[in-house]
């Protein structure tokens, strides 16, 4: 069965940082790209950062230079480090796993981050 469990959100105020972590399980991890999405309230689910298989990292553009993804095979995991947060960063975050030659795709049930003073 295949989980990936989010953690790490909260509330925070503006100019924090949090980092979120997903543990993936009854996957081969190092056979998946990983992904953090958002979605906040009435809008549509969007790509936070990726980070492949072999590595190679996306980002957003409003994410590039404040959010750090990462991933650790040995412990099949991958985080986010999010700094300097902004208001509109609220969201729900959710962890995302794409085989990279199938496509098989898996979601997590996300967690919440909101950025309020």
């Known amino acids: 069965q295949v989980q990936l469990v989010e953690s790490g959100g909260g509330l925070v105020q503006p100019g924090e940082s949090l980092r979120l972590s997903c543990a993936a399980s009854?996957?081969?991890?190092?056979?998946?790209?990983i992904g953090w999405f958002r979605q906040a309230p009435g809008k549509q689910r969007d790509l936070v950062a990726q980070?492949?298989?072999?590595?190679?990292?996306v980002y957003a553009d409003s994410m590039k230079g404040r959010f750090t993804i990462s991933r650790d095979d040995a412990q099949n995991t991958v985080s986010l480090q999010m700094n300097s947060l902004k208001p509109e960063d609220t969201a729900v975050y959710y962890c995302?796993?794409?085989?990279?030659?199938?496509?098989?795709?898996?979601w997590g049930q996300g967690t919440q981050v909101t950025v309020s003073s």
């Open positions: 009854g996957i081969s991890f190092g056979t998946f790209a």
């Open positions: 995302n796993a794409v085989h990279r030659w199938t496509g098989g795709n898996y």
């Open positions: 980070v492949t298989s072999g590595g190679s990292t």
